[in-house]
T-cell receptor, first 112, second 112 residues
Framework: NAGVTQTPKFQVLKTGQSMTLQCAQDMNHEYMSWYRQDPGMGLRLIHYSVGAGITDQGEVPNGYNVSRSTTEDFPLRLLSAAPSQTSVYFC???????????FGQGTRLTVV | TQLLEQSPQFLSIQEGENLTVYCNSSSVFSSLQWYRQEPGEGPVLLVTVVTGGEVKKLKRLTFQFGDARKDSSLHITAAQPGDTGLYLCAAKSTGGGNKLTFGTGTQLKVEL
């Protein structure tokens, strides 16, 4: 049972480049979310999904897009990377109605 | 936006010492969680507290939910180097669903 798998683990982008951070879970969780973690700020919610085909914005959605075509996958797209998006990104999943979130190992992104 | 303030932000102690970490808010929460995060990993759930005044123990860790459900504390007895990590409190956000608001985090280092 792999849990929540994120790829890649590390990425360096140039300003203006685009990329997709992948997230997959094998626990059949309805709820998936993306957070970014910056020093001294905890984790901040970017986007979330309550099920396939349904997504919504979190606290800091600007510059990011998501889609949820299957229960298992929830990719996060950076359309035009900016240095302010340098951060560690975490994907999480949970059962509907449960707040116990299971996290991936994170993707460390640097935008230069 | 609900805010969760944690204190202290950093804590460096010797093995065997006791410590307490605090999580405070002006909002009332239906439940509150504590996560621990180790370097290079995602957060892992330690406990969920639900009832005002509730106390839960997990080996040397004691978690308390305030009577008014606005604050929580984590007390570690006889800290060990294996307790080193980032401790995060989290609460279910208003608006329903599984959205979590995370605290700012407490970085704990336990030295021999």
């Amino acid at each position: 049972n792999a849990g929540v798998t994120q790829t890649p683990k590390f990425q360096v982008l140039k300003t203006g480049q685009s990329m997709t951070l992948q997230c997959a879970q094998d626990m059949n969780h309805e709820y998936m979310s993306w957070y970014r973690q910056d020093p001294g700020m905890g984790l901040r919610l970017i986007h979330y999904s309550v099920g396939a085909g349904i997504t919504d914005q979190g606290e800091v959605p600007n510059g990011y897009n998501v889609s949820r075509s299957t229960t298992e996958d929830f990719p996060l797209r950076l359309l035009s990377a900016a240095p302010s998006q340098t951060s560690v990104y975490f994907c999480a999943s949970s059962y509907r109605g449960s707040t116990e979130a299971f996290f991936g190992q994170g993707t460390r992104l640097t935008v230069v | 936006t609900q805010l969760l303030e944690q204190s202290p932000q950093f804590l460096s102690i010797q093995e065997g010492e006791n410590l307490t970490v605090y999580c405070n808010s002006s909002s009332v929460f239906s439940s509150l969680q504590w996560y621990r995060q180790e370097p290079g990993e995602g957060p892992v759930l330690l406990v969920t507290v639900v009832t005002g005044g509730e106390v839960k123990k997990l080996k040397r860790l004691t978690f308390q939910f305030g009577d008014a459900r606005k604050d929580s504390s984590l007390h570690i007895t006889a800290a060990q180097p294996g307790d080193t990590g980032l401790y995060l409190c989290a609460a279910k956000s208003t608006g329903g669903g599984n959205k979590l608001t995370f605290g700012t985090g407490t970085q704990l280092k336990v030295e021999l």
